[in-house]
């Protein structure tokens, strides 16, 4: 859509500005902010660094640019990261921005996933009669789900996830899931048996056509049940919200999911880099 302005609220800014997990960056010359970009920590015990950073919204002013005024503001963003104990960086990149794959690319970042993107105006109201939402009975089954679909990253990217501990899931996490505003926790069943979860939230967004889309937080598929189409009626139903536009994350080795992506509709919008710091 094209761009408010401002493109960021005041509170959008009193956050970013507000220090903990996350954190607003400028890059400045002769007084005057000439480029900007959001990072972010958090900690993640799955991740073999038990950490994940990931840098956003990087933009210099185009009058600064080819100055070293983003090189500058990238080795800001690394140090406050390194500062939390953070060192594998995640950055999403629009596939059609050559100019800022080939800048990333040159700063040692490596093409790590996509982002897929798919538009939800036709997708309908199809009646999916083997999902619901899930509720706190269905624990134990999701939690086996997640056991088995983190061991499964681990297995195909096993610098990247680390060897899991089950569960994966405590019951905590699950209950807060399946409760929080905004977002839509999914079973879906065969012979009364849960064999798939999927978990979605609605994001508000000013940058996005409908002022808000929809993020596609996980899909777990039991191994016996794949390739029967019950990725697919989850995927359908979960996509019956009032959102224009639906995003996930496909990691590289995943194959098999990035083929079934495609079949269902979504598309690359952006390319996930990664940068390992040291």
């Known amino acids: ?31 005057a902010v000439v480029g900007m970009a959001r990072v972010a920590v958090a900690v993640v015990p799955a991740t073999t660094d038990g950490h994940v950073a990931q840098v956003g919204y990087v933009y210099v002013d185009e009058r600064a640019r080819r100055q070293g005024v983003g090189h500058a503001l ?15 960086v995640y950055i999403p990149v629009l596939v059609g921005d050559a100019e800022a794959l080939s800048f990333f690319r040159d700063l040692g970042y490596v093409d790590r996933g996509d982002i897929d993107s ?26 086996a789900l997640f056991d088995e679909t983190t061991q499964f990253h ?13 569960p994966a899931l405590s019951q905590e996490r699950f209950q ?11 079973v879906a069943e065969r012979d009364s048996v849960v064999v798939a979860i999927v978990e979605a939230r609605v994001i508000p967004s000013i940058v996005f056509a409908g002022g808000r889309y929809g993020s596609v937080m996980a899909l777990h598929v039991s191994n016996a049940c794949r390739g029967g189409g019950v ?11 009032d959102v224009p536009r639906a995003h996930l994350r496909v990691i590289g080795e995943n194959a098999g999911a990035k083929a079934f992506y495609r079949r269902i509709g979504y598309a690359p919008q952006a390319l996930e880099m990664v940068c390992q710091l040291h």
């Open 176 to 186: 807060q899931f399946v409760e929080a505003d905004g977002a839509t926790f999914l």
């Open 231 to 241: 990725g697919s009626g989850l995927m359908r139903r979960c996509h019956q919200h």
């Open 154 to 166: 681990h297995d195909i990217a096993p610098n990247e996830y680390s060897e899991p501990t089950p």
């Open 74 to 88: 990238m080795e800001g963003c690394h140090e406050w990261i390194r500062e939390r104990e953070g060192r594998r």
């Open 118 to 143: 798919m538009g939800l105006s036709d997708t309908g109201d199809a009646d999916e009669p083997n999902t619901r939402e899930a509720v706190e009975a269905d624990y134990p089954a999701v939690s």
């Open 1 to 31: 859509r094209r761009p408010q302005h401002p493109a960021r609220s005041p509170e959008y800014l009193s956050r970013a500005i507000a220090g903990g997990p996350s954190s607003l960056l400028v890059a400045e010359r002769a007084g």
